[in-house]
């Protein structure tokens, strides 16, 4: 029963995703994947923190603020073999983009480690 | 192979430009309120007001940000409209949809879409990455808007020579600024920044332009290593272009960046993808891409 529970813990976490949308995209009830932190001037106008469930007057708020993304959590619907074909057919266009690439210098192999994980989830 | 007997000019070039719309002096106007916020706002204001264009995209904003309020009513009157978005979206705005009308006037017919759409999206990388290392956004925004300014200006005068080195780039045979310096005696990096100078555009700027291919000389100027990285960045994610890819990426200009390509910048990757739209979506709808494949 335990295992049961864990592993049905461990799906849901799974089961949740990343995704960046631009602000006039963002709905009430979504929730937050990354905290939202407003600066202007070097002092910190607004924030919100990872996980919250945005509100009427958060909208209200971030728009007064000419907020251009907000990064909220989503279900992923996809089933497994779904997952694994996206992040096949990511990476593939990837490493065709970085083909002509030398991969021994370090920024661009840190680069092309970065956007295949990035592409790949 | 074909070559030119001679290398372009700078004055060659700059003879030619006439030939180009008039480059929008608004950007001026955005520039000049960076530093001080206050200053020549009512300038912009005006400018506004004069560019049905762009008034209807001010309006457009502001009242897309008044549907996440309790207003009534759509909002009618300009000041209104700009104290609602702000002065720094007024300027992103103002810089977007003014290149976008310089550039839309400026293509020569055949032109592949591509160009516009990696022009755009270098635009996006340029502000995004110069945020995120602290620095003003809205010249990284121009210089991404322009840095292959260059390349139109060859595609439009010398189109013959032009397809031809583009082709050799096309087969992997050597980078396009190769191909073009063969031909050329110079490339469009080059070319680029005597149009840039030539518009007064601010010096940073017209370096960046100068130096996006090969910054390693120029990393003095902090907007050298913006553009640079933000070009790569634009291929990398292949957020548009024909045929985006990777050939090189200066260690030394990510160095002076901070840029360490750990987990820490899936975020700025985040926020390119969802600011791209932004910026591809007004091509796309004032008719640049359009116009282009026509």
């Not at chain 2, 502001?62 to 209104?80: C, E, I, M, P, Q």
């Not at chain 2, 995004?128 to 210089?143: F, K, N, S, T, Y």
């Not at chain 2, 992997?172 to 070319?191: L, N």
């Not at chain 2, 601010?202 to 990393?219: E, F, K, M, N």
Request: charged share 20%.
């Amino acid at each position: 029963m335990t295992r049961n529970d864990d592993s049905t813990g461990a799906a849901a976490e799974r089961k949740m995703r990343r995704q960046y949308l631009p602000f006039h995209e963002a709905a009430i009830g979504m929730v937050l994947a990354e905290p939202i932190r407003i600066m202007d001037r070097h002092v910190v106008r607004f924030t919100l923190p990872a996980g919250h469930e945005l509100t009427d007057v958060n909208l209200r708020q971030l728009a007064a603020h000419g907020t251009e993304y907000v990064c909220i959590a989503v279900p992923d619907e996809r089933s497994d073999e779904q997952v694994a074909a996206d992040a096949a057919a990511a990476a593939a266009r990837v490493m065709a983009i970085f083909e002509g690439a030398d991969l021994s210098r370090p920024a661009m192999a840190a680069l092309f480690e970065r956007v295949l994980a990035y592409r790949s989830r | 192979m074909g070559a030119l007997r001679t290398p372009l000019t700078r004055e060659q070039v700059l003879a030619q430009r006439d030939a180009l719309p008039v480059f929008p002096r608004v950007i001026d106007d955005v520039l000049a309120t960076l530093d001080d916020p206050d200053a020549n706002v009512g300038d912009l204001v005006a400018h506004v007001g004069r560019d049905p264009v762009l008034a209807a995209q001010v309006f457009s904003i502001a009242n897309s940000a008044a549907s996440h309020t309790r207003r009534d009513g759509k909002v009618r009157d300009l000041y209104t409209a700009t104290s609602m978005i702000g002065l720094a979206r007024l300027r992103q705005t103002t810089i977007v949809t003014s290149l976008a009308g310089f550039l839309r006037g400026a293509l020569p017919p055949g032109l592949s879409p591509g160009f516009w759409e990696h022009s755009a999206a270098a635009g996006v990388c340029a502000r995004q990455v110069a945020l995120h290392v602290h620095q003003p956004g809205d010249p990284a925004l121009i210089a991404g808007l322009l840095h292959d300014i260059g390349q139109l200006w060859l595609f439009r005068f010398q189109p013959e020579l032009f397809m031809e080195a583009w082709q050799v780039a096309v087969r992997r045979e050597m980078t396009i600024d190769a191909a073009e310096r063969e031909r050329f005696g110079v490339d469009h990096a080059q070319i680029g920044a005597w149009l840039a100078e030539s518009w007064d555009l601010p010096p940073p700027v017209c370096a960046a332009i100068r130096h996006h291919h090969a910054p390693d000389g120029a990393l003095h100027e902090p907007l050298v290593a913006v553009l640079h990285v933000a070009e790569v960045l634009s291929n990398a994610l292949d957020l548009g272009g024909s045929a985006p890819r990777v050939g090189y990426l200066s260690d030394a200009a990510c160095e002076q960046l901070g840029l360490r390509w750990d987990e820490s910048t899936e975020s700025l990757f985040g926020r390119i993808d969802a600011v791209s739209h932004f910026i591809s979506t007004y091509f796309r709808s004032h008719g640049v891409s359009e116009d282009v494949r026509a």
